[in-house]
């Protein structure tokens, strides 16, 4: 089954005294897919660049690489592995999480599967798999439709409830002997006699 992967770069944290000199920009991998966001400068760089990745491997995972803008070469700020399996699914998208940046990349038969050795640099990174139907669009006419004829049968049967109460109250009303609500005692009596 083909998922949609939703991906939102917000922002990032560095440190160190060179982080307000940092340009940086930040590449997401998935499979053979490669996305990569603006340029952006600064100790806590802000992108909120979203990204939509098609996958039907959820055994796999997101590679997500930071990068700091060089003369001759870009420099690698630090690398973060989410595996797709930990990945929820979500119609809107979230406030994020913030995921460590680490130095080096784990391999297993020339392929990723983590990373290790944190910088202390940090990113803030929101991902979700789309929800499979948008119910706004191609069914929202139907689902209207089905939630009117129960919110009829609800309001019918608490019509017919309400009606059954009523009848059973009105059905049991007898006329009322004043003497079985107020036995003769003592002082009763005495004034009656």
């Given amino acids: 089954m083909m998922s949609l992967l939703s991906v939102t770069v917000k922002k990032a944290r560095y440190v160190g005294a060179q982080a307000p ?4 920009y930040v590449t997401l991998k998935l499979q053979n897919v490669k996305s990569t966001t603006v340029t952006v400068k600064g100790a806590t760089p802000c992108w ?10 959820v055994n796999t ?8 803008k060089g003369m001759i070469w870009d420099r690698a700020m630090g690398y973060n592995w ?3 399996q930990t990945v929820q699914y979500a119609n809107e998208e979230g406030s994020g999480q913030w995921l460590s940046l680490d130095a080096e990349l784990v391999m297993r038969d020339g392929e990723v599967v983590g990373t290790k050795g944190p910088t202390g640099h940090s990113i803030l990174v929101d ?6 139907f948008d119910p706004e ?16 049968i609800m309001d019918q049967e608490a019509r ?8 059973q109250y009105f059905g049991h009303l007898e006329p ?14 005495a004034c009656e006699e």
């Fill in 127 to 132: 991902c979700r798999f789309e929800l499979p």
């Fill in 176 to 189: 009322i002997n004043v003497s079985d609500l107020f036995p003769k005692h003592g002082c009763l009596q």
């Fill in 82 to 84: 989410v595996p797709l």
């Fill in 48 to 57: 909120e660049q979203d990204f939509l990745f098609e996958t039907n491997d």
């Fill in 160 to 167: 017919a409830e309400q009606a059954r109460r009523q009848m």
């Fill in 21 to 24: 000199q940092f340009n940086t």
């Fill in 61 to 68: 995972g997101l590679l997500i690489e930071v990068w700091s």
């Fill in 137 to 152: 669009n191609a069914e929202a006419g139907e689902l209207q439709r089905k939630l009117e004829m129960l919110n009829n």
